[in-house]
């Protein structure tokens, strides 16, 4: 079983709707959770972060850890076709030699 | 803006071959890491280093080295390249610790093509 586990979709949604994207984890000791956002043909850019629990939110986009069941959200309110991208989540343990874990990654599509 | 710079963006390489990707960033950043991207597996870590000279194993180091001789570069070394290294292959740096050493920037990738 993989640490994080992550929908592939690839989800397909009309612009203006409101995309939840989530992903699961089995390791406790994760304190650290971000989403990635990545272009076709690009490298992966940070979107948001949160560090242990609670909800976070820059703009149109907001992002859930729900610790005791191990699962966090992005959401993603009024959908654009600029948002069409693959999303990925990554976490990690607190200190220094602690790597980030990455999640598949989802593929999204907004459509016109 | 962390510019990431890979040298690369697409390879082709015959197995066997030695085959070296370099990265460069220009934002004095003390981390770089190496990963492979492959569908249906993500990112997954070659090899990272926190500064010159160092290097630490990823969770995939076999059939991989990299070097450090200087802060803005980080080199991917691939010694005798086989067919399962075809791969897209990210740089990233960060700055410091804590957050700022989980928030990763991402150069434009490489992909390689081992045949």
């Known amino acids: 079983q993989k640490e994080v586990e992550q929908d592939p979709g690839p989800l397909s949604v009309p612009e203006g709707a409101i995309v939840s994207l989530n992903c699961t984890y089995s390791n406790s000791a994760f304190q650290y959770f971000m989403w990635y956002r990545q272009y076709s043909r690009k490298g992966p850019e940070l979107l948001m972060y949160?560090?242990?629990?609670g909800n976070k939110e820059d703009g149109r986009f907001t992002a859930q850890v729900d610790k005791s069941s191990k699962y966090i959200s992005l959401f993603i309110r009024d959908s654009q076709p600029s948002d069409s991208a693959t999303y990925l989540c990554a976490m990690s343990a607190t200190g220094t030699a602690s790597k980030l874990t990455f999640g598949t990654g989802t593929r999204l599509q907004v459509t016109l | 803006d962390v510019k990431v710079t890979q040298s690369s963006r697409y390879l082709v390489k015959r197995t066997g071959e030695k085959v070296f990707l370099e990265c460069v960033q220009d934002m004095d950043h003390e981390n770089m890491f190496w990963y492979r991207q492959d569908p249906g597996l993500g990112l997954r870590l070659i090899y990272f280093s926190y500064d010159v000279k160092m290097k630490e194993k990823g969770d995939i180091p076999e059939g991989y080295s990299v070097s450090r001789e200087k802060k803005e570069r980080f080199s991917l070394i691939l010694e005798s390249a086989s067919t399962n290294q075809t791969s897209m292959y990210l740089c990233?740096?960060?700055?410091?610790?804590?957050?700022?050493?989980?928030?990763?920037?991402f150069g434009e990738g490489s992909r390689l093509t081992v045949l």
């Open positions: 949160t560090y242990s629990s």
């Open positions: 990233a740096s960060s700055l410091g610790r804590g957050i700022s050493l989980r928030e990763l920037f």
